[in-house]
Each structure stands twice: as C-alpha cells, then as structure tokens.
T-cell receptor, first 114, second 115 residues
Framework: QQQVKQSPQSLIVQKGGISIINCAYE??????FPWYQQFPGKGPALLIA?????SEKKEGRFTISFNKSAKQFSLHIMDSQPGDSATYFC?????????????FGTGTRLQVFP | EPEVTQTPSHQVTQMGQEVILRCVPI?????FYWYRQILGQKVEFLVS????????KSEIFDDQFSVERPDGSNFTLKIRSTKLEDSAMYFC?????????????FGPGTRLTVL
C-alpha cells in the first residue's frame, strides 16, 4: 500500500520528442506528488510537484498529469533535449498524516539522443 | 547557490565496523533527512530530524543507526555495526520547512561499501 510503481525502467527518446514516465499508487492518503531528477554523481533534485486538487501542472517543458480516480500520475517532457538525460523518480507523501516519509518510485533512466 | 555537502564521497568498511557519514546541510534549513539507495533500487527514507530530535524514522532505521547534529552545522548518520546489506548510496537532505511545504535539497551522496 505504501508503494509507488513507476514505469518504464528505461526510456530512449530522440531529441525533440516527448518523454512520458508513468507512476501509480494505492494509498489514497497520498496527497502530494513530487518528481525528482537525478544526474550521475548527484543527489535527486526536485523538478516539479502536484497536489490532487488539480489534474495538470506545467512548468516550462515539464508537465505532470494527474488522474485521481485511476490513482496514476505521469511526467511529460516536451521537446526532450540531450541535457534532460537523467534518472527520474516519482514520489508520494501524505501531508494529512503529518509524515516526513517520502515514498519513491523505482526510477526511470531517460536517454535523449541528438 | 547554497548546497548540501556530504563526506566522504566513498567509504569502504569491513562488516561489523562502525561508520559515520557526515553532512553539512544548507545553513538556514531546519529539517534534515537521511535516505539510502541500494544500487539499482529506489530511494528509501531513513529518518527525519528537527529541533535536535528525530521526528520520524522508517522501519529500516533500527538500533544500529543513529543521527546527531553535534555542532549546529554538521548532521551525521552513524551505523554502529555495519552489515553487508548496508552497502548503498546514502543521501542527506535538508529543507527550510517540511517536505510537503518546501523544497528538499539533496547532497551528492556517500557510497558505502561493506566488505
């Protein structure tokens, strides 16, 4: 119930294409969903986050789509660039449970080729 | 831009030995965290620390683990008697507010190898 399932495990996209990474959860108490980007040798960095009261959030080329009824959310990277090549983690947390415990997905390694 | 730093970048130790992983959080941050990432697996929450005490810990954070903020700038994770399965990348993170309200900043990690 505490898991966040992430797919695909790896993704290869051509420059200019759209990268899509999907996550699913079971725990309906989750109410905050951040995405992290991790470059080799670095720690994860917050990319974008969404709360379930909206179905979509866009920041530049990055968009989170959220489907509350299906308990799924996804990250879309438009016009993917080689500099986007990194590992992406979705995560979830229950704010209402007053917890600090961020639950991470298993990660997606994105490679964008020129 | 301020950043979280961690030392050492790589620590090799023998099973049963004690290790201390060190972190310097961003100076005005109040919440501190340790996570671990076993190679090829997901990032897992270990512990959060606020106001000089543990706020929350996961089931992974057993009696072998302890955290401390010894001097107002460092934040340490001690593993008392390391096991092979403790081999992982350990990330420290800090934030001004709690995870849900504020951005967490992660350090580059310490790779711990237990032989």
């Amino acid at each position: 119930q505490q898991q966040v399932k992430q797919s695909p495990q790896s993704l290869i996209v051509q420059k200019g294409g759209i990268s899509i990474i999907n996550c699913a959860y079971e725990n309906t108490a989750f109410d905050y969903f951040p995405w992290y980007q991790q470059f080799p040798g670095k720690g994860p960095a917050l990319l974008i986050a969404i709360r379930p009261d909206v179905s979509e959030k866009k920041e530049g080329r990055f968009t989170i789509s959220f489907n509350k009824s299906a308990k799924q959310f996804s990250l879309h990277i438009m016009d993917s660039q080689p500099g986007d090549s990194a590992t992406y983690f979705c995560a979830a947390i229950s704010i209402r449970d007053n917890t600090d415990k961020l639950i991470f997905g298993t990660g997606t390694r994105l490679q964008v080729f020129p | 831009e301020p950043e979280v730093t961690q030392t050492p970048s790589h620590q090799v130790t023998q099973m049963g030995q004690e290790v201390i992983l060190r972190c310097v959080p961003i100076s005005n941050h109040l919440y501190f965290y340790w996570y671990r990432q076993i190679l090829g697996q997901k990032v897992e929450f270990l512990v959060s620390f606020y106001n000089n005490e543990i706020s929350e810990k996961s089931e992974i954070f057993d009696d072998q683990f302890s955290v401390e903020r010894p001097d107002g700038s460092n934040f340490t994770l001690k593993i008392r008697s390391t096991k092979l399965e403790d081999s992982a990348m350990y990330f420290c993170a800090s934030s001004v507010g709690r995870v849900s309200a504020d951005t967490q900043y992660f350090g580059p990690g310490t790779r711990l190898t237990v032989l």
